[in-house]
């Protein structure tokens, strides 16, 4: 079975400073994908982010970049440049490639950007 | 990308009574949605996988007669709580499979719906 680790409860980070929210993943698949989403209050699921297990580069989407290391199972999300409005719960989750695409989540990082 | 629409987005309820959540996804076919079930501060927890025109898979622990999910066409997945209990009011989230949508997982979130059981 699959397991997401998000180690970081809280975070707090200063606008216009980067950020980087910590994930572990455990997993004996080859074949999966790894997801970032975030949760404003209002509670809908924005994606940010996806990385195949297969691909050879690090993904990125204007200001988030995943920071993916595959031998050592992680895959944390960098957010550059935060802003205001990136506060917010953070997901990291994963579904194997082979499934329906279930997701398995982590437990959240909850992120405070100070103005 | 894929644009997936729950409805409603808030739905309060007297205990007892049955209440249908809707899950569309707009721009595409989905032979295959999810629902989540969140309490508050929490993760969100896989309940089942709705796969049109055969019946849904529950994760255990999950009680299919009191989660009813029906997933009749290739654009409409519904969770109808049956008599709800103040204990089943929480955010449930569906999710749908858009396949071929590149670098995105082919995962697309809808809106949540928050259900309060008086």
């Known amino acids: 079975a699959q397991k997401i680790t998000q180690t970081q409860p809280g975070m707090f980070v200063q606008e216009k400073e980067a950020v980087t929210l910590d994930c572990t993943y455990d997993?004996?698949?080859?074949?999966?994908?790894l997801f970032w989403y975030k949760q404003p209050s209002s509670g809908e699921m924005i994606f940010l982010i996806y990385q195949g297990s297969y691909d050879q580069q690090n993904a990125t989407e204007g200001r988030y970049s995943l920071n993916f290391q595959k031998a050592r199972k992680s895959a944390n999300l960098v957010i550059s440049a935060s802003q205001l409005g990136d506060s917010a719960m953070y997901f990291c989750a994963m579904s194997l490639r082979g499934s329906a695409r279930q997701l398995t989540f982590g437990s959240g990082t909850q992120l405070t950007v100070l103005p | 990308g894929a644009v997936v629409s729950q409805h409603p987005s808030r739905v309060i309820c007297k205990s007892g009574t049955s209440v249908k959540i809707e899950c569309r996804s707009l721009d595409f076919q989905a032979t295959t949605m999810f629902w989540y079930r969140q309490f508050p501060k929490k993760s969100l927890m896989l309940m089942a996988t709705s796969n049109e025109g055969s019946k849904a898979t529950y994760e255990q622990g999950v009680e299919k007669d009191k989660f009813l999910i029906n997933h009749a066409s290739l654009t409409l997945s519904t969770l109808t709580v049956t008599s709800a209990h103040p204990e089943d009011s929480s955010f449930y989230i569906c999710?749908?499979?858009?396949?071929?949508?590149?670098?995105?997982?082919?995962?697309?979130f809808g809106e949540g719906s928050r259900l309060t059981v008086l």
């Open positions: 999710s749908a499979r858009a396949v071929g949508v590149p670098n995105t997982g082919e995962l697309f």
């Open positions: 997993t004996s698949d080859p074949s999966y994908g």
